[in-house]
């Protein structure tokens, strides 16, 4: 495999691409460079165009490339135009070929088209920013962000992102019918043996533990009737909807951590729930 | 976003929305926002561990934490890259009685992250991003978003997200981050943008919807159950349970749960999952060859 180089000039430069295939690559070490506004920037190369430089997005749930670059790119035609009724030059989704970060290269990436008003606004300021990384690329990797080393790393691990657009349509598509939503139902995953309350007057953390049923999973680890529940595999349980929840996730015969306070002290107890209603 | 004048919000949530009810989303959000205030210095270093932090994944694709402001909460609050900052909704601020500066800076005392990360010494905006209010309008996230995590207190962590996992990483780092700066530029919020989330609003108010569905806590029985030829077996029956005082004992079958007739045992959890605590369940059951009807008082627990 090749290795990376880079040059940092004041901007940074990026970064060759390898020829590796990205399921045999160690994790791939991305240096970033951090705006004056505090948006991570990276360059990535579009089709084996580019270095483009774009915005490393947790919050965005699409990639975005401007019509620039997407037109360079062979990701949209270079006589394509955009729709008829458009916002801020929106031409629609696409798909990215390749989409190399660093050493990381990643096939079929969907994306949008538009020129992004801040983007370019930000252009203006701090240089070119040609579009926005976000959710559809990095949720494939197992993704360490670290702001003091200024650098991002990436092992594949097989994640396949749902298609955001679709998972939206779904959720508007079930409001806009007529049917009233339906309700969330947070069914425990096994039997614990607790018998838990808490009233609308009380709000200080975690629930009660009313009882503890004999012979019980909660009985065998320990627990006891007037216990407060404070976490559950490491969820609040402020409330009882939060103690199902997290114990939606338990399954039977698994073992989970508690923190409970007893008399004044906190102490962490293992319970290993069966399988029961 | 009048204290925040020469702040670009950016979260742009972009919607081509008509086409009768149909309605055809385009864009999401896009967060970037952009600060050119300069930022107090923000505090104290968390104690150098690793952080299981809980989180799901919205609709939307945004990573949702929950963070409990000066041990109030929890609250609900998306991780993103691209907010220079902590932001906290005006509802919650108001809530907990936290006031901003004159520039729209608050320092909170303790901002702990379900899992354990903590900031002490947070500071935060106390606003709105119009795209928490574009998702909270349209009940997105399926939850009430109540702010947004972003640089100021993302970097005091290195961070690990991995989807195939219930949790991130979060392990907290000797780093004091130096505040963002700002462009100086004084424009106000990028065209355009701030529009959206009244349009979205508008459209969830059309469509009717609170951002919370319904909760339901299913009742708890004390019951283990095994597959039995008609309807289900009785394996065990925890002493004291619901199921325990309502009479039923191993060995015994049921056969319909609230009249209706049971083919398995996930038949069972199925119908089970419909009934909340506090619910009388009708169980017909056949004991020593004899069929009767019993009432279980469902618990809450589980």
């Known amino acids: 495999m090749r290795r990376n180089f880079y040059s940092f000039a004041g901007l940074l430069l990026l970064v060759l691409p390898s020829w590796a295939d990205q399921k045999d690559t160690p994790p791939a070490s991305v240096p970033f460079e951090l705006l004056k506004t505090k948006h991570i920037a990276v360059k990535i190369m579009v089709n084996g165009k580019g270095p483009y430089r774009v915005i490393f997005d947790t919050g965005a749930p699409v990639l975005l490339l401007n019509n620039k670059i997407a037109k360079e790119s062979g990701v949209l035609d270079k006589n394509a135009k955009p729709p008829l009724f458009s916002l801020f030059g929106a031409a629609g989704e696409a798909k990215i070929k390749t989409l190399e970060i660093g050493n990381l290269k990643a096939t079929d990436v969907p994306t949008i088209v538009m020129d992004h008003p801040t983007l370019e606004l930000i252009s203006k300021l701090l240089g070119p920013i040609e579009g926005i990384v976000g959710f559809p690329f990095f949720a494939r990797y197992k993704m360490t962000l670290d702001y003091q080393a200024q650098r991002l790393t990436f092992v594949p691990n097989g994640y396949d992102p749902p298609d955001v657009m679709k998972t939206i349509m779904d959720t508007v598509m079930a409001m806009a019918g007529d049917k009233p939503r339906p309700p969330k139902v947070l069914t425990p995953a096994a039997q614990w043996g607790v018998l838990l309350d808490k009233d609308d007057k009380d709000l200080d953390e975690g629930v009660t533990i009313q ?67 | 976003m009048t204290a925040y004048n020469d702040e670009i919000g950016l979260r742009s949530l972009y919607f081509n929305l008509p086409v009768g009810l149909s309605m055809k989303f385009f864009l999401t959000i896009v967060s970037l926002g952009l600060t050119t205030s300069l930022l107090a210095d923000d505090g104290k270093k968390s104690e150098a561990t690793t952080f299981n932090v809980p989180y799901r994944l919205t609709a939307t694709q945004h990573v949702l934490v929950r963070a409990k402001i000066n041990g109030k909460g929890p609250f609900n609050f998306i991780l993103d890259t691209g907010a220079p900052a902590l932001f906290v909704s005006t509802a919650v601020g108001k809530k907990l009685g936290l ?76 780093y004091d981050p130096p505040p963002p700066q700002g462009l100086g530029t004084g424009a106000g919020a990028a065209g355009g943008l701030d529009t959206m989330a009244a349009v979205m609003k508008f459209i969830g108010g059309f469509l009717g919807q609170k951002a919370e569905p319904e909760i339901i806590l299913p009742g708890f029985f004390g019951l283990q159950l095994s597959e039995a030829k008609d309807g289900v077996q009785v394996k065990s029956v925890l002493a004291k349970s619901p199921a325990a005082m309502a009479g039923l004992q191993p060995g015994d079958r049921i056969t319909h749960l609230q009249r209706k007739k049971l083919a398995s045992a996930a038949d069972f959890r199925r119908q089970a999952s419909k009934l909340p605590a506090g619910t009388a369940a009708q169980l017909t059951i056949v004991s020593h060859e004899k069929t009767s009807e019993v009432t279980v008082q469902l618990a809450k627990g589980f």
Do not use: C
Not at chain 2, 104 to 117: P, V
Not at chain 2, 133 to 160: C, K, P, Q, S, T
């Open chain 2, 99 to 174: 006031t901003a500066d004159k520039s729209g800076w608050a320092t909170l005392d303790r901002f702990a992250l379900e899992g354990g990360a903590v900031v002490i010494k947070a500071t935060a905006r106390i606003e709105d991003p119009f795209q928490l209010e574009g998702m909270n309008g349209l009940g997105l996230a399926g939850a009430h978003l109540d702010g947004i995590i972003g640089y100021n207190v993302l970097a005091r962590f290195r961070i690990e997200f991995d989807f195939t996992k219930d949790k991130l990483a979060f392990t907290a780092l000797d």
């Open chain 1, 211 to 277: 009882d503890v049923l004999p012979g019980s999973a909660a009985a065998q680890a320990g627990l006891q009737a007037g216990d407060r529940l404070l976490t559950l595999d490491g969820h609040w349980t402020d409330s009882l909807a939060d103690a199902y929840q997290a114990a939606g996730h338990i399954k039977p015969d698994s073992s989970a951590p508690v923190l409970i306070r007893r008399t004044g002290r906190e102490m962490e107890l293992t319970v290993k729930p069966q399988s029961g209603s």
